[in-house]
């Protein structure tokens, strides 16, 4: 009996987790058979894996084979495990030394030429192997920069079969074509041998970056988005169609702060389990910018799809900025399914082939018009809705969830005065970014030793019994909130932002104005307070 085996990973969610291939020969029919709960995609890599190895001038073993994944309760699919069945298979029939694969995890597909091709979830493979103890790991060559992120990780990135199996039995490396998409990414010339990767990927900046001093007028909407990305707030933004919304939202992601290397790692492995990371960019170092149509499903907002879900627009999102532009577009049940992310900071998804729990703690942004037309607060009585229309439009966003979004601001029309004027334009997005990043490290020195990073994540009893406001600033609140116009929850929100608001102006406590102002941004009546951050 000859036996070999080596690993691969599977991935449940963004989470890696690390599968044994074991191959194993016995006399008998030529046959292969593939166990250990795999799906159709993994199923069709007997096909595969047999013509790469033909093309790729090793000889296909003509006995009985048996190839299993283990552990065989996990259920695996995916084309990442062809590397390692192949690997497998030659080192079954001693064309490669069994001992060499035993330690090493393989993750790639195969092409029917030999080629080693990109597969999605590199990254949290890689981050799986890792923690599991493994230390070295093959990929393709176009995923080695990707692969390469994880510290202690040995990478070995392969453009073909023929040249794994020259490594691994210590034979000269063959050269082979790059692949096109490859030489795009400005790959070096391939190295041999672990330590080292045959490609290494530059990082090009393909951002698009927005000043936020294009934004005209505006003077209340660009307060509460620098209050919420000092604190991490959700804010909504009402107003009429052309009044600057979208410029508003799409500049967010600009003036956070950009992303620590923890962050980064988390954010890359989403993207990656989704292949939407950018090209020559193997790391996600700024805050994402997510904004699906108002036609997306619950499932492509949450997680779904079929088998294990993969990762939604919640996720893809995650440590950055989703935008609902046109929300109460979108259906009632799309959105009422953000009320679990936007407090716990994750969503689980709940499917036949299994439970997932996907990352999720992003910053939601919802814009909408004032009513179906648009138009009705500008025209008074003589708009095209009815009082009736526009009670049942701005009824589609429910109260528990406008209730957790920290800020509602009126975007108000932009006047010609604001287009015309040439002086006295909004402070620039460089600006704006430093005072955040001032405001975040304030927030984070008074933060020290607690789980939590930004006033939005803080809960509202330690804030009520660990951090006090100045004597008598939360007098209009507290009154607000006998009143009713304010929820428990409203209340604790009102606090997060009055801290945040604190924090951008320099003082070690929120003080009557820094409410007032809160107040305002939160329910969208005046108090009093200027529409200002006051250092």
């Not at 993994?42 to 033909?54: G, H, I, M, Y």
């Not at 530059?202 to 209340?220: F, K, S």
């Not at 409410?515 to 005046?526: D, E, F, M, P, Y």
């Amino acid at each position: 009996m000859a036996f070999a085996r080596t690993c691969s990973v599977t991935l449940v969610g963004v989470e890696g987790v690390v599968v044994e291939v074991q191959a194993d020969l016995e006399p008998g029919v030529a046959a292969f058979t593939l166990v250990g709960l795999p799906d159709k995609s993994l199923t069709e890599s007997r096909d595969r894996v047999r013509a790469a190895v033909v093309n790729s001038g090793a000889a296909w073993p003509q006995k009985k084979l048996t190839v299993g994944l283990s552990p065989a309760s996990v259920p695996k699919g995916g084309s990442g495990f062809d590397l390692a069945v192949a690997c497998a298979v030659l080192g079954a029939a001693e064309r490669i030394d069994p001992r060499t694969l035993a330690d090493v995890v393989m993750i790639g597909e195969l092409g029917l030429d030999g080629r080693v091709l990109p597969v999605r979830g590199v990254l949290p493979a890689v981050l799986a192997a890792a923690e599991a103890g493994y230390d070295q790991v093959v990929v393709p060559e176009r995923a080695a920069a990707e692969a390469a992120l994880v510290p202690g990780v040995s990478v070995l990135g392969v453009r073909s079969l023929r040249q794994l199996i020259a490594v691994l039995t210590d034979e000269p490396v063959p050269e082979e074509e790059p692949d096109p998409d490859t030489n795009r990414t400005g790959l070096n010339p391939p190295t041999n041998g672990f330590g080292g990767t045959f490609a290494t990927i530059g990082t090009p900046d393909n951002t698009t970056h927005h000043d936020l001093a294009e934004v005209v007028g505006q003077a209340a909407a660009r307060t509460a988005l620098e209050v919420a990305a000092a604190g991490g707030h959700h804010l909504f933004l009402q107003g009429p169609p052309g009044a600057g919304k979208t410029m508003l939202a799409e500049r967010l992601p600009s003036i956070m702060p950009p992303l620590t290397q923890k962050e980064a790692l988390e954010v890359t492995a989403v993207h990656s389990v989704a292949g939407t990371l950018p090209a020559g960019r193997p790391l996600v170092e700024t805050p994402p910018y997510c904004a699906p149509h108002h036609s997306a499903t619950m499932q492509s907002l949450v997680g779904g799809g079929p088998g294990l879900p993969r990762p939604g627009a919640v996720s893809l999102a995650h440590r950055g900025v989703l935008f609902l532009d046109e929300a109460p577009e979108f259906s009632a049940k799309a959105l009422d399914a953000l009320r679990q992310p936007l407090e716990a900071g994750h969503v689980v998804v709940a499917r036949a082939a299994g439970v997932v729990q996907l990352p999720a703690r992003f910053q939601l942004i919802l814009a909408a018009n004032p009513c179906p037309c648009g138009r009705c607060t500008l025209l008074g009585e003589n708009g095209s809705c009815t009082p009736g229309a526009i009670r049942r439009y701005q009824g589609r966003l429910s109260g528990p969830l406008l209730d957790r979004v920290d800020l509602k601001v009126e975007v108000e029309p932009v006047t010609r005065a604001d287009l015309t004027a040439t002086v006295h334009r909004g402070d620039t997005t460089r600006q704006v970014a430093d005072r955040v990043r001032q405001a975040r490290e304030r927030a984070a020195a008074r933060l020290t030793n607690t789980p939590w990073t930004t006033n939005s994540d803080i809960p509202g009893h330690e804030l009520r019994t660990r951090w006090h406001a100045a004597p008598g600033a939360l007098h209009e609140a507290e009154h607000d909130l006998e009143r009713g116009l304010l929820t428990a929850r409203g209340l604790d929100r009102v606090l997060r932002i009055a801290w945040t608001i604190a924090d951008l102006s320099g003082r070690d406590r929120p003080d009557n104005n820094d409410v007032n102002l809160a107040l305002q941004l939160r329910t969208g009546i005046s108090r009093g307070a200027p529409m200002a951050i006051a250092p």
